[in-house]
């Protein structure tokens, strides 16, 4: 089976990286990590940034932008992360007031050919980043995650698959992936326990990690993000640690 490049979102060490970008970078590429997905620029300009990086060795793949910033100033936002380099921009999460049923979210999908077509001047894809709220279900019985890529093409919009929130809205994260194929170049590989929820290093809950590896590979996917929002055990950087370590065990 082909192995995919594998990722960290720094969003999973955020406090290290707002201490010391530079350090937490190469402590990152040690571990055995090849790229990262940003959160976020951690006090930095773009050209810092894509220095640090450069000199670890570590391709800046993705980055998280909230919807609001692209709207502020899509110009300015798009620019400074092609600055660095980076190939995908995907929203990540979207506040309560602008989910579907809300006259934001309708404005929301009109915006985002245009969000797309500014990243496309600058070869950059954009993405959305589900939770579960987006597996509420809309006026006509189905999901609004599966709405959103309904009305856009896949040139305007593509999926960043988070496995975790997938298995939480009691999906299958491997079978969604399949859904996608072609259209999830990306996808976060998160791992997490039930009763009560809490996230875990990869190999310590419930997901099965291999089947989502594979589908990975089958549905066209060319990296994978490794993301653990919180750490209930161990520090952040022996959770990320743990979770790489687990993936060589398996062959990655």
Same mark, same amino acid.
């Given at each position: 089976?082909?192995?995919?490049?594998?990722?960290?979102?720094?969003?999973?060490?955020?406090?290290?990286?707002?201490?010391?970008?530079?350090?937490?970078?190469?402590?990152?590429?040690?571990?055995?990590?090849?790229?990262?997905?940003?959160?976020?620029?951690?006090?930095?300009? @773009?050209?810092?940034?894509?220095?640090?990086?450069?000199?670890?060795?570590?391709?800046?793949?993705?980055?998280? =932008? #909230?919807?609001?910033?692209?709207?502020?100033?899509?110009?300015? /936002?798009?620019?400074?992360?092609?600055?660095?380099?980076?190939?995908?921009?995907?929203? @990540?999460?979207?506040?309560?007031?602008?989910?579907?049923?809300?006259? &934001?979210?309708?404005?929301?999908?009109?915006?985002?050919?245009?969000?797309?077509?500014?990243?496309?001047?600058?070869?950059? /894809?954009?993405?959305?980043?589900?939770?579960?709220?987006?597996?509420? &279900?809309?006026?006509?019985?189905?999901? =609004?995650?599966?709405?959103?890529?309904?009305?856009?093409?896949?040139?305007?919009?593509? /999926?960043?698959?988070?496995?975790?929130?997938?298995?939480?809205?009691?999906?299958? #994260?491997?079978?969604?992936?399949?859904?996608?194929?072609?259209?999830? @170049? =990306?996808?976060?590989? &998160?791992?997490?326990?039930?009763? #009560?929820?809490?996230?875990?290093?990869?190999?310590?809950?419930?997901?099965?990690?291999?089947?989502?590896?594979?589908?990975?590979?089958?549905?066209?996917?060319?990296?994978?993000?490794?993301?653990?929002?919180?750490?209930?055990?161990?520090?952040?950087?022996?959770?990320?640690? =743990?979770?790489?370590?687990?993936?060589?065990?398996?062959?990655?």
């Amino acid at each position: 089976m082909k192995i995919l490049p594998i990722a960290l979102q720094v969003y999973s060490i955020r406090e290290e990286a707002e201490k010391d970008f530079a350090k937490t970078m190469m402590d990152v590429k040690e571990m055995g990590y090849s790229g990262v997905e940003l959160a976020g620029l951690y006090g930095h300009t @773009p050209e810092k940034i894509k220095e640090i990086l450069k000199n670890t060795e570590l391709t800046p793949i993705s980055a998280h =932008v #909230p919807y609001q910033e692209f709207m502020n100033d899509l110009n300015g /936002t798009v620019a400074q992360y092609a600055a660095i380099g980076c190939r995908y921009l995907a929203i @990540p999460y979207i506040v309560e007031e602008e989910r579907y049923g809300t006259k &934001k979210f309708e404005e929301m999908m009109q915006n985002i050919p245009t969000i797309a077509k500014e990243c496309a001047k600058h070869g950059i /894809t954009l993405l959305y980043h589900n939770h579960d709220f987006e597996f509420a &279900k809309t006026e006509d019985g189905s999901y =609004v995650l599966d709405y959103m890529y309904q009305h856009t093409s896949k040139e305007e919009l593509q /999926t960043e698959i988070d496995t975790c929130w997938v298995g939480v809205a009691g999906e299958n #994260p491997a079978e969604y992936i399949r859904k996608y194929s072609g259209r999830s @170049p =990306v996808i976060h590989l &998160k791992d997490y326990t039930m009763n #009560p929820f809490n996230f875990r290093a990869l190999g310590d809950g419930v997901q099965d990690i291999p089947a989502i590896l594979k589908e990975a590979v089958r549905a066209g996917c060319e990296w994978v993000i490794v993301e653990q929002d919180g750490h209930p055990e161990r520090t952040p950087m022996e959770n990320v640690r =743990v979770s790489r370590e687990y993936l060589k065990s398996l062959g990655w």
